[in-house]
């Protein structure tokens, strides 16, 4: 019985994983201040006083200061999944990247599960060994989790510099996807500490 429940969680992981991939993942949103962006094209628009008795310079000058904006204005705001990510680097030139993430973050995880649950359903003998040592290979190599940590550290980045004083202040948040992945990573990662301890009955 013991065997069945990691069974269980890598088939669950899989369930996961999918919607992790495909649905949406990540909302990266850029939006300016209207009284800063007012600023700014005043400043440019403007030529410096050349003198204290400028009138007409003066007046407009106090004009604009008395001018205030609420507010913020939407410059860029794209919403992505792991999946359109990853074809966006690859129709982009950076094949290299896209493929390799989608290697070490993606494929070879997905492989490992597959080989696990395979081993399972052998109660014993060399073809399950076998498995499992081509398993630990490819742990070394199955980069996830890896992946999920630099994704929530882009998304925390992100939101520290959106509590700056900019122009433009960036933000991010999380859609369904990141939930789903995350979900996938936590299963897959129990399911194979129960799998080693249920390898390791078997060995003593």
């Not at 899989?14 to 990266?28: A, C, K, V, Y």
């Not at 004083?165 to 399911?191: D, H, K, P, W």
């Amino acid at each position: 019985m013991k065997k069945y429940f990691p069974a269980l969680l890598f088939i669950l992981s899989i369930g996961f994983l999918i919607p992790g991939i495909i649905q949406p993942f990540m909302t990266l949103k850029a939006e300016i201040n209207k009284q800063e962006l007012f600023d700014i094209a005043a400043q440019e628009i403007l030529p410096p006083a050349k003198r204290n008795n400028d009138i007409m310079q003066n007046i407009v000058r106090s004009v604009i200061r008395d001018v205030h904006f609420e507010g913020s204005l939407n410059v860029f705001e794209s919403t992505r999944s792991l999946w359109a990510t990853l074809s966006d680097l690859v129709a982009h030139g950076y094949v290299i990247v896209g493929l390799l993430i989608g290697l070490f973050g993606i494929i070879i995880p997905f492989i490992k599960i597959m080989l696990n649950l395979i081993a399972l359903c052998l109660a014993s003998g060399e073809t399950r060994n076998d498995l499992l040592s081509i398993s630990s290979v490819l742990s070394k190599w199955s980069m996830s989790d890896v992946f999920f940590m630099a994704i929530l550290v882009t998304f925390l980045t992100v939101n520290a510099n959106a509590q700056g004083v900019n122009a433009i202040q960036m933000s991010a948040r999380f859609e369904s996807g990141f939930y789903f992945f995350a979900t996938y990573c936590v299963l897959a990662i129990a399911a194979s500490q129960l799998m080693q301890l249920w390898n390791d009955e078997l060995a003593e």
